[in-house]
């Protein structure tokens, strides 16, 4: 069996990054933002992978990194039954128009089209060369994106209803708060 995983690795050296392989046949590749689209190609068309579906795709916020977003692929072969997991680590960059993005999979998985609306409804990752990329889980006229940790939980509208006016009233949502004097007692000694 370590030869087989030798002769991938000699396969797909060009692509990677780091490969993780588990007791339970589950392959981890961690790919460069730049080499996805190339490398995914590869795994669905060669004969050694044989990959057919895209079957989810996660994104994961680390706050504390320099690569501060994760996402993760889940590819999956029929043939061969297996999986195989692609980790790429987003850079941050201030040219772009949004600031992070990856190159869309949706010309190669008809799946990817809804989910990677998902993430970039939730998390803002822009996804280019997308067919259809808006969103579909939060309003069209809703600012920001709730799964990342700069959003405030209450979010930036309230919305209620005027009995004078017989309507539905939106409106910035103000959050004050009465200043407070500690006193910085410990109540535990």
Known sequence: MLNYYLLI?????????????????????????????????FLKNSLLFKIQSLVDI???????????YSIYYNLFSFIYNYRIFLIIDIPIFFNYVYGIGVESL???????????REVWDLYGIYFYNHIDLRRILTDY?????????????????????????????????????????FTFINPWK
């Open 141 to 181: 006229g809703f600012k920001g994106f709730p799964f990342r940790k700069d959003f405030p939980l209450t979010g930036f509208k309230e919305i209620r209803y005027d009995d004078t006016y017989k309507i539905i009233i939106s409106e910035d949502l103000k959050m004050t708060q009465e200043y407070r004097a």
């Open 106 to 116: 949706s010309n190669l998985f008809n799946s990817a089209n809804w989910l990677e």
């Open 58 to 68: 996660a994104a994961i916020d680390w706050i504390w990194r320099v690569d501060r």
């Open 9 to 41: 690795y000699k396969i797909v050296y060009k692509y990677i990054n780091k490969v993780i392989i588990f007791d339970n046949n589950q392959i981890y590749f961690f790919v460069d933002v730049n080499r996805l689209n190339d490398f995914v190609f």
